[in-house]
């Protein structure tokens, strides 16, 4: 075990209350201890450690009166905690071994099967919840999956809506009015609700998100191709057919005369008869 740099410890070589010291370490002070001749933290050098069970023993010499004593520095013990570990719809339940002297807090992040999550909920003794507590005092914690988030959605096609969800990335955003890909098709994005209101262009991130609307996109209907002359020059016109830098212009006064009908062949010979 490395020696407990810069940690404080008391005389009798049990750790002090946790307390983080953020200052740079210094070499020539050796290390921080409650010096029993001193009866403050002093500096002390260490002379000899040795390993005792889990732990260690450590003789050192106080920097300010030389006193020599023992500082015993020994393992806090684990305490086992159950954790309700929720994905979606699906809550299991895990004990974890937590050292009894560590401090867990809402929003406390940590690692378990490959996984990330995020401590929303912990429960004193009398189950009452708690922001912060130590391990010793914790009767049970909920947790939820922090790296992959469940986003709800509901699908809008013709007069049919159905709820569904997809499991994103922390990172992902989502953002109105775009096109989203879904289940093999494409929808847009009609409209992001995120408890407090509703967005239709706006992008929220998908930890915000209570549910997503998307909307069927309609294939473009192709124009009817022209099928007649006319129709054809018509459609040159209109810019329909693209652009066309020549069109065709017909001249009416050297129209051929269209060709009779056989009705009205067969008319005009009953009249001669």
């Known amino acids: 075990m490395n020696p407990p740099f810069p940690g ?3 005389a009798n070589g049990s750790p002090a209350e946790v307390m983080e010291d953020t200052s740079e370490p210094d070499d020539e002070a050796g290390i921080g201890a409650d010096c029993p001749a001193c009866d403050d933290v002093t500096g002390h ?9 889990s732990g260690t023993d450590y003789l050192v010499r106080c920097l300010t009166c030389s006193k ?6 020994r393992p806090p013990r684990a305490v086992e905690i159950p954790f309700m570990l929720s994905e979606g719809p699906t809550t299991e339940l895990v004990n974890i071994d ?3 002297d560590e401090r867990l807090s809402i929003g406390d992040f940590f690692e378990q099967a490959e996984a990330m999550w995020e401590i929303n ?6 189950n009452q919840s708690k922001k912060s507590l130590l391990a010793s005092n914790i009767s049970r914690i909920n947790a939820t999956r922090a790296d992959v988030l469940r986003v709800r959605l509901t699908l809008t096609k013709g007069g049919v809506s159905i709820s569904s969800h997809v499991n994103v990335p922390r990172d992902t955003t989502f953002q109105g009015g775009t096109l989203y890909d879904f289940s093999g098709e494409t929808w847009r994005i009609r409209a992001i609700h995120t408890g407090e209101g509703r967005t239709m262009k706006g992008t929220v991130a998908a930890q915000n998100i209570k549910r997503v609307y998307l909307h069927e996109v309609k294939r473009e209907e192709k124009p009817r191709q022209p099928r007649t002359e006319k129709e054809r020059r018509q459609a040159w016109k209109e ?8 069109p065709i212009k017909t001249d009416v006064k050297n129209m ?3 060709k009779p009908s056989r009705r009205n062949t067969q008319r005009k010979k009953k009249k001669r008869t």
């Open 8 to 10: 404080k410890y008391k």
């Open 45 to 53: 050098d260490i002379l000899k450690e040795q390993a005792k069970g």
């Open 68 to 73: 020599v004593h023992t500082i015993q520095v």
């Open 98 to 100: 937590i050292d009894a």
């Open 121 to 126: 909920r912990i429960e004193d003794k009398e």
């Open 239 to 246: 810019g329909r057919l693209g652009y066309n830098p020549n």
């Open 256 to 258: 051929p005369e269209p």
